[in-house]
């Protein structure tokens, strides 16, 4: 097993530029987290779906960001425009979902992200 | 909101040292798991236990333990005869029936040769 896949591991961008971080979860895996990292604030659930629809994006941050889901193989986390507080590691996990909720979650190894 | 508490931000021992690292948690639900999470300076999140809410019992790993009080609302985490290895970032985590994880802020460990 692969494991979670994100892509880039590491984005360095301008202010106003958009930014794509995308996340292959675990194959059968149905649920999906997006997580941000920072110094001050730890580990934020930012949103996340269960079988490609998302169930709880009160932590996305604000209209800036958004994600999305299209098939049970691939998810998008978008930044646009991207401001310097948005610099942070951001994660993906998967987990079996559904009545597994006992399963811990699988993280990716994360996008180190920074804008300038 | 139903936080996860980790009280400790960092922590300072000398290789060899026992140390517990402090987890409390609030919960409205009566079912629900707790977590424990590693994160060594490499960067990945990396799963240690699990314990779910009708499961008191401590439980323990070669040199790790954890200590699950549901009186008490803790889920602590016991590392016995530390290794420089050990040094990282350890988080707490809670899951309700609705999906949603919620992480502590962690504590940051150094174990000094």
């Known amino acids: 097993d692969a494991g979670v896949i994100q892509s880039p591991r590491h984005e360095v961008t301008e202010m106003g530029q958009e930014v794509t971080l995308r996340c292959k979860p675990i194959?059968?895996?149905?649920?999906l987290f997006w997580y941000r990292q920072t110094m001050m604030r730890g580990l934020e659930l930012l949103i996340y779906?269960?079988?490609?629809?998302?169930?709880?994006d009160s932590g996305m941050p604000e209209d800036r960001f958004s994600a999305k889901m299209p098939n049970a193989s691939f998810s998008t986390l978008k930044i646009q425009p991207s401001e310097p507080r948005d610099s942070a590691v951001y994660f993906c996990?998967?987990?079996?979902?559904?009545?597994?909720?006992?399963?811990?979650?699988?993280f990716g190894n994360g996008t180190r992200l920074t804008v300038t | 909101a139903q936080k996860v508490t980790q009280a400790q931000t960092e922590i300072s021992v000398v290789e060899k040292e026992d140390v517990t690292l402090d987890c409390v948690y609030e919960?409205?639900?009566?079912?629900?798991?707790l977590f424990w999470y590693k994160q060594p300076p490499s960067g990945e999140l990396v799963f240690l236990i699990r314990?779910?809410?009708?499961?008191?019992q401590n439980e323990i790993s070669g040199r790790y333990s954890w200590n699950f009080q549901k009186s008490t609302s803790s889920f602590n985490f016991t590392i016995t005869a530390s290794q420089v290895v050990d040094s990282a970032v350890y988080f707490c985590?809670?899951?309700?029936?609705?999906?949603?994880?919620?992480f502590g802020k962690g504590t940051r460990l150094h174990i000094l040769p």
């Open positions: 996990a998967s987990s079996p979902g559904g009545n597994s909720y006992n399963s811990p979650l699988h």
């Open positions: 194959s059968g895996h149905n649920s």
């Open positions: 779906f269960n079988n490609n629809v998302p169930i709880d």
């Open positions: 919960t409205r639900d009566t079912t629900y798991y």
């Open positions: 314990r779910n809410s009708f499961d008191e």
């Open positions: 985590a809670r899951r309700n029936r609705d999906d949603k994880i919620i």
